[in-house]
């Protein structure tokens, strides 16, 4: 069985170790461009030497965003600045993967940091909040309008839209957020999903706008890239989603060719109680795992190097998925790896403080994917596709020079109350 730091293949791609950066919202963009914060902050981890580092949730639709704040890629305008962040990590040896999200109810409100709430239309907010069916997640979200079919068809085309983006981008990783009780996830559950039509009802109507933005991206995507699915195992709630239900979808996905399910859970219903502790949703992915027979990726409480090797080794997971040990230790991987007395590459310019034998990194062989600029034909564009020469090129800066408002208090209860973003 293989180990958290021996390396992982999918598809063309070779990840460095199994110790992959969970997507974490940041809310520091204005309009949804990529600052100079993104850079740091997925570059530091970068150094730290994960083998994946997904950036946030990345809104495929203005509307879909959960803020006004968050990062987005329905514009080609956006490609700049991830691509120079896409550059950086790339070059640490780490694999550099986007999650597309649409908030679907749980959009235009306020960062975590804020007074929870709708975000009004005269602080930034929008009316354009869509979902399954017009039911509120909570009293103090915004009323969602259910989505009409050319609705539902336009969420599809904006996720294919987005992957085509995110390879310009040179992500090499792209990652469907179905989880935490965002737009896909409402479709799944029944508890959100009270549509009459060919979305709502049987199992299989609720998971088609799944399928189909899934298959949608996979046509968008390089044939040699990976593909992930973040779901929501179980909506912890009798009558809701639930884990055999998972395993069923996860076992459709993989025909249709996704690769590796991330399994968290909950975010639909703001009343579930969630038995969060140490390890709280590796069950899943290892459930998942052996009888769908897909790779997963466990995520929840893993923090320390003992637990993410026994995780790996007993094969209850491809991948260890890290989100606020990360934000605590950046450098987790180096730390682990020393712990675990397993050998791991450190970048060339800290070489002197690594232990001895140490190698330097190898930059992720970064393949040309042509296929990312060809015409689409079936997926409508919402804007010209711009060729690699002017992605590259030196175009003036298009990130915005508004500052996002500081930090001032770590939003950790709600994550672990369940309401993961
Ligand atoms: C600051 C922060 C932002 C998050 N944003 C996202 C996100 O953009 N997409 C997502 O799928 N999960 C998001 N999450 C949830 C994490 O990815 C992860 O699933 C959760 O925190 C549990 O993992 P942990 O115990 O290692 O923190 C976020 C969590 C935190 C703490």
Not at 166 to 179: K, L, Y
Not at 227 to 233: A, G, T
Not at 310 to 328: K, M, N, P, S, W
């Amino acid at each position: 069985m293989a180990g958290l730091f021996d390396p992982l293949a999918i598809r063309d791609l070779k990840f460095a170790n199994r110790v992959f950066v969970s997507p974490m919202c940041q809310y520091s963009s204005q309009d949804g461009y990529a600052t100079d914060w993104h850079l740091v902050h997925l570059g530091s981890r970068a150094v730290g030497g994960a083998g994946l580092i997904f950036a946030e949730a990345t809104a495929v639709l203005p509307e879909g965003r959960i803020s006004p704040h968050d990062l987005g890629i329905w514009d080609d305008g956006h490609i700049e600045m991830l691509s120079r962040i896409v550059r950086f990590v790339h070059e640490q040896g780490s694999v550099a993967g986007m999650q597309l999200a649409h908030a679907g109810r749980k959009a235009s409100t306020r960062r975590p940091w804020e007074t929870p709430g709708t975000v009004p239309e005269n602080e930034g907010g929008w009316k354009k909040v869509v979902a399954p069916s017009a039911l509120q997640f909570a009293d103090n979200y915004p009323m969602p309008q259910a989505l009409t079919l050319d609705g539902i068809q336009e969420v599809v085309s904006a996720f294919a839209a987005a992957a085509r983006r995110a390879c310009q981008a040179e992500f090499r990783v792209v990652e469907i957020h179905a989880a935490h009780g965002y737009l896909i996830h409402e479709f799944l559950s029944p508890l959100s999903n009270k549509r009459e039509d060919d979305y709502g009802g049987s199992f299989e109507n609720r998971t088609r706008l799944c399928r189909e933005i899934v298959a949608a991206v996979r046509s968008a995507w390089p044939k040699e890239l990976p593909l992930f699915v973040r779901i929501s195992s179980t909506d912890w709630i009798d009558g809701g989603w639930d884990i055999e239900q998972s395993i069923k979808l996860a076992g459709q996905l993989k025909q249709v060719g996704v690769d590796l399910i991330d399994c968290s859970s909950g975010g639909n219903v703001a009343h579930a109680k969630i038995p969060v502790g140490p390890g709280y949703q590796t069950a899943f992915a290892q459930k998942i795992r052996r009888e769908a027979k897909i790779m997963t990726g466990a995520v929840g409480m893993i923090t320390s190097p003992v637990q993410a090797e026994h995780v790996i080794r007993t094969g209850q997971a491809d991948a260890v998925i890290i989100a606020r040990e990360f934000l605590r230790d950046p450098y987790w991987p180096l730390r682990a790896a020393r712990e675990l007395e397993q050998p791991i590459a450190w970048p060339v310019q800290y070489l002197r403080a690594a232990p001895k034998g140490a190698q330097p990194r190898v930059p992720v062989d970064l393949k040309s994917f042509e296929s990312c600029f060809e015409e689409q034909h079936g997926v409508p564009e919402r804007r010209g596709v711009r060729k690699q020469s002017e992605v590259r090129g030196e175009e003036p800066e298009k990130s915005s020079s508004k500052r996002p408002t500081p930090n001032v208090q770590h939003p950790i209860e709600e994550v672990e109350k369940g309401a993961a973003r």
